[in-house]
């Protein structure tokens, strides 16, 4: 933007992750299979402890990022 002299990219880096950990609690479910069908988090622990680690998984190459977005939209 014109104040920040940021990309849009850079801005969404910056506001995605936050956003995505306080609405977690809302959308649970989802995170909880976003962390096991693409980042291959095992099952077993609570279903906010399994999204948790999902959220906090490393970046994988971008092969994924098409599958995060059709298992977020579901």
Known sequence: GAITDATHGMTLAAVT???YYHILPY????????????WGVAEGK??????????????????????SV?????
Request: no cysteine.
């Open 27 to 38: 959308g649970l479910h989802r995170f909880k299979r976003f962390a096991v069908n693409v």
């Open 70 to 74: 059709v298992v977020l939209a579901r």
């Open 46 to 67: 609570s279903d906010e402890e399994t999204a948790v680690a999902g959220y906090k998984r490393p970046h994988k190459p971008l092969g994924n990022v098409v599958r």
């Open 17 to 19: 992750l936050p956003y």
